[in-house]
């Protein structure tokens, strides 16, 4: 199993700006995600963060707008850039155990 | 590419009535399948994996691969199963999980 912790858990932003969000898993992993789940919609994988390469950026979504690191094998940050009312979202870290996804508490954006 | 589709955004049933939650799946490789369940406030969780043949809470699912299906099912609903149920299929090429839509499962007392 894996524990993932995910902060912050809500913010309010302003259109513009930029927020980070940071995930921290309680054991080493290879892969980490980032989707996103917008209100009635499914979860949308953003992107795939691997450590020590660049992440894989699924099809709709760029490294210029949602910039990834990823230090080390515990940890990664997902930056929503220049945010705009249609970014509000719930942000979800997660990892694979074997086959199961586990999740973070997610981060709940209101961009105004 | 995969996808999962789940037809129902919303399922209301009353408390003791049976529940069925439908997935349908398409995949060319052979799919690891699950159902994974989000409670009011609480994060996504997984509630069952085809593999293991199990019944978690009730729920079971079979996996039906001539009809490229995956549908939960439990005979009684109880007011706690309310809650957002999500279809998942593991894609071993891909390294990744792809989610459907989601259902809303709404028990009535």
């Known amino acids: 199993s894996a524990v993932i912790s995910q902060k912050p858990s809500r913010d309010i932003c302003q259109r513009g700006t930029s927020l980070t969000i940071q995930c921290q898993v309680d054991s080493q992993v290879t892969m980490m995600f980032w989707y996103r789940q917008q209100p009635g919609q499914s979860l949308t994988l953003i992107a795939t963060a691997n450590q020590g390469s660049e992440a894989t950026y699924e099809s709709g979504f760029v490294i210029d707008k949602f910039p990834i690191s990823r230090p080390n094998l515990t940890f990664s940050t997902l930056t929503v850039s220049n945010m705009s009312p249609e970014d509000s979202s719930i942000y979800l870290c997660?990892?694979?155990?074997?086959?199961?996804?586990?999740f973070g508490q997610g981060t709940r954006l209101t961009v105004v | 590419a995969q996808r999962v589709t789940q037809p129902e955004k919303l399922l209301s049933v009353f408390k003791g009535a049976p529940v069925e939650l439908k997935c349908n799946y398409s995949?060319?490789?052979?799919?690891?399948l699950f159902w994974y369940v989000q409670y009011s406030r609480q994060r996504l969780q997984l509630l069952l994996r085809h593999i293991s043949r199990e019944s978690i809470k009730g729920f079971t699912a079979d996996l039906n691969k001539g009809e490229t299906s995956f549908h939960l099912k439990k005979p009684f609903a109880q007011e706690e199963d309310s809650a957002m149920y999500y279809c998942a299929l593991y894609s071993g090429g891909y390294q990744k999980v792809t989610f459907g839509t989601g259902t809303k499962l709404q028990v009535i007392p």
């Open positions: 995949y060319s490789g052979s799919p690891e």
């Open positions: 997660s990892v694979l155990t074997g086959l199961e996804a586990f």
